[in-house]
C-alpha cells in the first residue's frame, strides 16, 4: 500500500486498476463474513463474489495476457508496458482472497446453517436411507443426461464451455482386464445443471424437520461406479474454464455492424482461455490428460476448490426460512407522481420535475409512461436508448406496441454492452419488423447514457411541446430491482430541448452545438467537469467555502483525479463516495491532504452517480450516467443532467448525506469498516432511505387526468 504518511511524492500517488478492483470485490466478501447479514443472504454475496471474479478473468486478466504476448514494439506503440508483474500481483491476490473465500464458505457459512437446520451433505456423508434415495433420483433424474467423453488417442481436441462445470472421471482398475483395454481411462462429462434445472439437489427431511441438500456434482459422484461398471475404481473431481470474453471488433458503425457483433458472440463461446479452475486433488495424471486435449498452458491453471461456479449460489433453496432472508421491502410508490393508470403521468411531468429511485420505488412509472405515450393521439414521437435490455423486457414491448400504433419510435441500441449483446440484437430486430427505427450505436462509440424523450403535438398551434425521463441506471426491469439508481421525470425545455440536439446527433452523426445545461460525453462533459473543479479552486484560493462531493462506481481517469488532486493543494474539501475501483490515493500529505474516500457494499448495488459542487454557495448538483473513467469522459456517449426543482435537489443531496454518514456498511478506500466514534448512532443508509421514502409515499399526489 502507498505510505500515506510520506512526503509529497515526486509523480503523483495512483493505485493500480486491477488491484484496486480486486480490493472492491474483498468488500464484496467482507459482507459474505458479517454476521450481522442474514445467513442466506450471505451465501448470495459468495455468489456475488465469485461471479465477479469470473467477469474480471474473462475481461481484464485475459487483456493482460493479450498484452503481454504482444511484441515488445507493438506494446510500446499502444503505450503499454510489459504486463507480467502486474500479472503476478493480481494472480498473488486472488489466491489469497480465494483462500480466504474458502475458509469462510466453510468455517463459517455451513456451520451457521447446519446450526438452522440446513444441512449441505457430500457423497460421503449420506446415511444408509438417503444413499438409496439419491440412487434412485439419479436414475430417475440425472442419469439420462450425462455424455461422457472419453479422452484418448481418437479424440484430437477436446472444447470447454466458457463458465461451465464439468466432471474429470479417472477409471482405473478393471472387473476384468482384457489385452486390448486400457487398465486407466480419463472422461470428462458436462454438469448438466440447465437441463436439470438447477445446481442444488433437496433430500426429503428427517423427522426433525432438519432440511439437507446436495450439489449436483456430489450426486453424480455418489452414483459415478454405476455409469461405468467395468471398473472397480472411479474417481471424479472438477474442472472450469473462463474465455476471454472481448469482442474482437472495432467500435465504428457499418451497415454489416450487426453481423459483426453476432459473430463476435459466436466466438466468444471459443475465445481463448482465461482461466482453468480445477481441484487441487484431481491426479496429476488427469490434469496433464486435460491439458493435452484443450491446449491449455501452464499460466491459465488456477487452483480451485473442489466445487466451482459459486454463482449458482443465487439458487440455492431457501426453504421457506424468511427469516435468513433480508426483509421484504416492497416497491414504494412516488409521492408526486399518479399512482393509477387513469391519472396521466404526461401531465404530472408537466406540471413538475419529479425524481424515482430504484429500487426502493417503482420502474413500473418508466413503462406506464412509454405506454400511455403510445396511446396518446397527441404523442408523435418517442426517442430512446437502450444499454441493457432484459431479455422479457416490458420497456421494448410497450416500444413495440408504440410503434405498431403508428408512432415515430426512433430506438439507439447499444450493441456492444458487454455481456448483454445477444438480448440487445433480439430486441432490435423485433422493433425493426415493428416499423421503429433503430440506430445501432454510434462510430466509434458506445452509447451509454440513459436517455427517453417523448414529444407531443399540444393546443390549438400544435406547438411541440417535450416530456424527458434521464436516468442514472437502465431500462431493465431486472436491474432496477437491484441497483441503486435515480432517475428524473422533467418537461423542462432547457433539458428536453439539447435531449432532442443528442437524438439528432445519433440519427445524422453530425456534431452537435455547445450545451449550455447538460454535460454531454464525449463533447464536453471532460471539459465542463475540469472547470467545475477549477472553479472551486479558485474559491479556495480567494478563501472562499469550496468542496466538491462525488458518489461514483469507478474514478480512473488520470487527468481527472490529477485535477481532484489540484485542488486538494489548493485546499478544497472533496469527499468521494466510490463503491468499485479507485485509482486516487487519499490523504496523502502535500498531494491529497483534504480528500477522503469510503465506499458501501450493501443489500442493493450502489450505482447511482452523483456529482456536487460547492459553487459559492448556490450549490450545482448533477446526476448522470458517467464514471469519471477514460473510456466514460472519452469514449462514450454520457450524459450528466443538472437538477433545477429545489425539492428534488434537496431530496438527492439528504439522501447522499445519509451515504456520507454511514457507520454500519461503509468502508474506506482500503477495506476498514467506518464505524465512528464511540456512542454515535448506527446510521445505515440504505435502511434509512426506505424508511425516509416510506414515509414520503404517505403522500398524496394531485390527480393529473389528463396531459395538455
Known sequence: MPDTAASTPQAPLLHNRELSWLTFNARVLQEAQTPTVPLLERLKFLAIFSSNLDEYFKVRVATLRRLRNL????????????????????????????????????????????????HLIADRDLTDSQREWVQQYFRQRVQDLLSPIVLDDNLHHLFLKDQTVYLTVLLTDPVKAKKHEDDERVLVLELPTK???????????????????????????????????????????????????????????????????????????????ARLLFDPTMPKAVLRAVMQKTGIGQDELVEGSRYHNFRDFFGFPSFGLKELEYEPQPALPHPTLPRTKADSLLA???????????????????????????????????????????????????????????????????????????SNIRWAEKLEEAGATVIYGVPELKVHAKLLLVTRREGADEAVRRYAYLSTGNFNESTAGVYADHGLFTADERLTGEMARIFRFFQDGKQPEPFEHLLVAPFELRQRLTALVDAEIDNAVNGREAYILLKLNALQDDGMIHKLYEASRAGVRVELLIRGIS?????????SDTISQRGIVDRYLEHARVYVFANGGEEKVYIASADWMARNLDRRVEVAFPLYDDAVRAEVRLLLDLQRQDNVKSRDWQNHLLTGAEGDAAVHAQAATYDYLQKQSKKRPRSSKAAG
Request: neutral net charge; glycine residues 6%.
Open 71 to 118: 511484441k515488445k514494439k507493438t506494446r510500446a506503440k499502444l503505450g503499454n508496458d510489459d504486463p507480467s508483474q502486474q500479472l503476478e500481483q493480481i494472480l498473488t491476490e486472488v489466491k489469497r482472497q480465494q483462500e480466504a473465500f474458502g475458509e469462510t464458505f466453510r468455517e463459517q457459512l455451513l456451520p451457521e446453517l447446519r446450526q438452522r437446520g440446513i
Open 195 to 273: 437441463r436439470h434445472g438447477g445446481r442444488f439437489v433437496q433430500l426429503p427431511p428427517d423427522e426433525d424437520g432438519q432440511h439437507y441438500v446436495m450439489f449436483l456434482d456430489d450426486v453424480i459422484r455418489c452414483c459415478a461406479a454405476e455409469l461405468f461398471p467395468k471398473y472397480k475404481s472411479v474417481e471424479v473431481h472438477s474442472i472450469k474454464m473462463s474465455r476471454d470474453a472481448e469482442l474482437d471488433i472495432q467500435e465504428e458503425v457499418s451497415g454489416n455492424l450487426l453481423a459483426k457483433i453476432k459473430s463476435s458472440l459466436q466466438k466468444r463461446e471459443t475465445g481463448y482461455p
Open 348 to 422: 404530472a411531468i408537466g406540471q413538475r420535475d419529479h425524481l424515482i429511485h430504484y429500487p426502493y420505488q417503482s420502474f413500473d412509472y418508466v413503462t406506464r409512461l412509454i405506454k400511455e405515450a403510445g396511446k396518446d393521439p397527441l404523442v408523435t414521437d418517442i426517442h430512446i436508448t437502450l444499454y441493457r435490455v432484459g431479455s422479457k423486457s416490458e420497456v421494448a414491448k410497450a416500444l413495440l406496441k408504440a410503434a405498431k400504433h403508428g408512432k415515430h419510435v426512433t430506438v439507439v441500441v447499444e450493441l456492444k454492452a458487454r455481456f448483454d449483446e445477444e
Open 583 to 591: 485509482c486516487l490515493v487519499p490523504g496523502v500529505v502535500g498531494q
